[in-house]
């Protein structure tokens, strides 16, 4: 430990640092991650109870010891009002007192009379006036010299949530530190009781106790313990440790550093703690999980924000930790997060990704929640056995889906033709499907057949054709095979058209595409005799080609024996099965004319149809 006292040039040299100091501080900081503790700092700090606050004691002993004139200048510089560099915040009342224009003994101070050294510990409770913690700046604080004087040498004590100054806490007169400082009090607080165990001279050992103890206790700690998991640190008070280790003791606070050592040096090791969300089901060794996707267009905002609820059950306060990977973003992060003790808790986050849309992909990220408590007796699920909770979030960038009747191409018109079929036979089955091309399967949207109406001799094909939508869209890069059959019970030419009405998956930009399907073919019978026209019927036409033919040896279209000539003996066949025929259906009208149109557009690129004659069933495509 190094000397308490300091000659002139030392405290001349030290005001000079401070002046120094004070020139590099005020540059901005950009995150609080600045202001963690050096690497492997608390590397040594793996116990619990009396064990955990010895390892402590051990990293923050032995500070740099400066005198308690120096800290005049020294307090000027760690509790400077974060919005105005010429100000310094005063404890309790938190005014922030201009003392660019204080001149005494040393810049900025004017004897005491403007604003003086608060010993949070005070001198009458234990510190020693000649120890190093009477100067030691984690525990003295720039004070209103009235509001020092009313606090003087009273117990802290008092409920959370009431103006700073002297209360009644069901005993003897305490003071309040307000709420703004009730936190960073007990902390320091804390502090003071593992710094100080009587080890060094001059000193004695601290300690912290329930109401108001005599010296060198100090009252009282079942509040402290509340003020802590009511009030996490703030930017102010974690750069005031940063600056005191940095420029000059040497030394932080560990309670600032890691709050999560408080319920097991200062409590016991049963905290009963466990944080979840809400919404989920929390396993038994406290972990849940949550997962969130949205599907968007390239080029479409994103809009991926989800708040969640984190409930902290247990009557235990505890402090927790928010981490992000990825793309995810969340409105709370970082280690200094607290639910209060005294019963259960919660508070709502907002989690989100922040991902461009502007280019197809998969924008995972995680947000994961760990409570820090590190005691180990709360039971399973409890305290440091309870697992992370983890929030899942993907952002799907995806492309429009690509209607096709082909699957290596785009093709938006189909034609099935079952050329003729023998009437009666058993028709053939043609089968079809409908695909969702994409450059990239994965990251395409699904595919809807919203609707379909048909036209013409629907009634003369069976098809499976259904409305796909919702769970049974077609996924990119997959299909949905149909099939349609012809009636053979009725001869004639047949054609029913059909017009399709697709589209992406129900999303912000989502597009409609038409198409169209077309089923053709004939159904014919085995000749008739005296069909000599072979129309499907014997009728006076047909005895209209025997009397034009009559006699003749070249048209022999009316020549019913196969005789070669045209004569009696074919006047008798027809005679003979005069009013024969197939049977026929009645024929539904073509499409009307903006139908037509419509198919007629869509076919624009489509190759020419395909006529066959008693051949195998043909498909017809157009782009």
């Given at each position: ?23 590099v ?10 202001y ?37 200048s ?50 009458a409770?234990g ?5 190093p ?37 069901g ?31 001059a ?22 313990i ?8 703030d ?8 600056v ?46 949550l ?54 808790d ?95 399967p994965?990251?395409t ?13 629907v ?8 409305e796909?939508?919702?769970?049974n869209?077609?996924?990119?890069g ?14 004639g030419?047949?054609t ?9 998956e ?19 019978g ?9 129309d ?34 074919d ?10 025929s197939?049977?026929s ?9 903006w ?7 869509l ?18 495509l157009?782009?």
């Amino acid at each position: 430990m190094r000397s308490s006292h300091l000659s002139n040039r030392e405290t001349f040299a030290s005001s000079w640092l401070a002046a120094l100091v004070l020139f590099v501080v005020v540059l901005p900081h950009s995150a609080n991650a600045q202001y963690d503790p050096p690497p492997g700092y608390y590397n040594s700090a793996t116990g619990s109870g009396s064990t955990l606050k010895q390892q402590l004691h051990n990293i923050i002993d032995n500070h740099t010891v400066l005198s308690y004139d120096a800290a005049r200048s020294n307090l000027q510089i760690t509790d400077r009002d974060p919005n105005d560099a010429d100000n310094i915040i005063l404890i309790y009342d938190r005014v922030s007192l201009d003392v660019s224009n204080l001149n005494g003994s040393v810049p900025g101070w004017d004897n005491g009379n403007s604003w003086n050294r608060e010993h949070t510990w005070p001198r009458a409770l234990g510190v020693n006036a000649s120890g190093p913690d009477n100067s030691d700046l984690h525990m003295l604080r720039p004070s209103d010299p009235g509001v020092n004087s009313d606090r003087g040498n009273l117990h802290f004590g008092g409920a959370f949530g009431q103006p700073f100054g002297t209360v009644s806490d069901g005993g003897p007169t305490v003071w309040y530190p307000g709420d703004a400082d009730a936190g960073m009090v007990a902390r320091q607080m804390f502090y003071a009781a593992v710094r100080y165990d009587g080890s060094d001279s001059a000193t004695s050992n601290l300690e912290l106790a329930n109401g108001t103890p005599g010296s060198p206790r100090l009252g009282s700690l079942d509040r402290m313990i509340e003020w802590h998991y009511q009030t996490a640190p703030d930017n102010f008070e974690l750069r005031r440790n940063d600056v005191v280790h940095d420029s000059f003791q040497g030394n932080r606070n560990p309670f600032v550093d890691r709050p999560e050592y408080v319920w097991s040096v200062f409590v016991d090791q049963n905290n009963d703690s466990r944080i979840g969300l809400a919404g989920t089901t929390v396993a038994n060794d406290g972990a849940s999980s949550l997962n969130f996707t949205q599907r968007v267009f390239v080029g479409e905002t994103a809009s991926l924000s989800q708040a969640v609820t984190l409930n902290k059950s247990g009557n235990d306060g505890t402090y927790y930790e928010i981490t992000t990977t990825g793309a995810a973003t969340s409105s709370l992060t970082g280690s200094h997060l607290n639910f209060r003790t005294g019963g259960t808790d919660s508070t709502t986050i907002n989690v989100g990704l922040d991902a461009s849309t502007t280019v197809r992909g998969l924008y995972p990220g995680t947000v994961t929640i760990d409570n820090l408590d590190v005691t180990t007796s709360g039971g399973t699920g409890r305290g440091a056995n309870d697992g992370n909770d983890v929030i899942n979030l993907e952002l799907q960038v995806i492309d429009h889906a690509t209607p096709s009747w082909t699957a290596g191409s785009f093709e938006n018109a189909l034609t099935l033709d079952f050329g003729a079929v023998m009437l009666g036979e058993a028709s053939s089955t043609l089968d079809f499907s409908l695909f969702n091309l994409g450059a990239d399967p994965t990251l395409t949207a699904d595919l809807e057949l919203d609707s379909f109406s048909g036209f013409g001799d629907v009634t003369r094909f069976a098809t499976d054709l259904a409305e796909l939508t919702g769970d049974n869209a077609i996924a990119g890069g997959s299909n949905a095979p149909f099939s349609v059959s012809l009636s053979t019970n009725c001869a004639g030419q047949y054609t029913a058209s059909y017009l399709l009405n697709v589209s992406d998956e129900d999303l912000i930009g989502a597009l409609a595409q038409p198409l169209s399907l077309t089923f053709t073919g004939s159904v014919v019978g085995a000749p008739l005799d005296g069909d000599f026209d072979m129309d499907g019927d014997v009728d006076n036409d047909d005895l209209t080609i025997f009397q034009s033919d009559f006699g003749s040896t070249v048209n022999l279209a009316a020549d019913g024996n196969g005789n070669g000539i045209v004569d009696a003996a074919d006047f008798t066949i027809w005679q003979d099965n005069f009013g024969n025929s197939h049977p026929s259906c009645s024929v539904v009208p073509e499409p009307a004319g903006w139908l037509l149109g419509l198919l007629g557009g869509l076919s624009l690129f489509a190759t020419g149809r395909r006529t066959r004659q008693m051949t195998r069933p043909t498909a017809v495509l157009s782009r």
